[in-house]
């Protein structure tokens, strides 16, 4: 009698590719617990009053005793002293509605004095935050302005057009 012929046994590799290719067949066969499309967070939602804290009803300055005034400041300020090269302050409004904060007004030195970007910009800035579930973010700012570029951001970032105009 003829024995039948011996199969080498699977190596590990072989082992090893296994779940690999069975990997794809388990997402056919488990339900998916992903729901369709994410629930819009509308203003009778619970999730809603997660974004206005504090709750800027309407467009009103963030006074100079607020810590949200510094730690807004403290987002923007890096970014500037790096062009600066020396410490920088702001003086001006910043203003907040809803969920998002404005300041246009000037950098100025220590000591006061207005700086002027080096790139032959003005002492001019702008900066606009939101706050989100994460807290607050720094969207877009510009040191040395020269341009109303922030006249676009209602369209750009969906910023309530009354708190860049200042109404």
Not at 41 to 61: K, V
Request: aromatic content about 12%; glycine content about 6%; proline content about 13%.
């Amino acid at each position: 009698m003829r024995q039948p012929a011996s199969r080498p046994l699977p190596s590990v590799l072989d082992l090893m590719k296994l779940p690999v290719l069975l990997l794809p067949c388990l997402f056919l066969i488990l339900p998916s617990n992903v729901p369709a499309q994410t629930p819009a967070i509308t203003p009778d939602s619970p999730q809603w009053e997660q974004f206005f804290d504090p709750p800027f009803t309407e467009p009103a300055e963030i006074p100079r005793a607020n810590p949200l005034r510094k730690h807004l400041f403290d987002m923007l300020r890096p970014p500037l002293e790096e062009v600066a090269g020396q410490p920088i302050l702001f003086s001006g409004n910043l203003r907040a509605f809803k969920n998002w904060a404005f300041f246009l007004s000037r950098t100025v030195t220590k000591d006061g004095s207005p700086f002027a970007s080096p790139d032959g910009g003005s002492s001019d800035t702008i900066a606009l935050w939101i706050r989100t579930v994460d807290g607050w973010r720094l969207v877009n700012y510009d040191g040395g302005a020269t341009d109303a570029t922030f006249l676009y951001w209602p369209d750009m970032y969906g910023v309530p057009v009354e708190l860049i105009r200042g109404e």
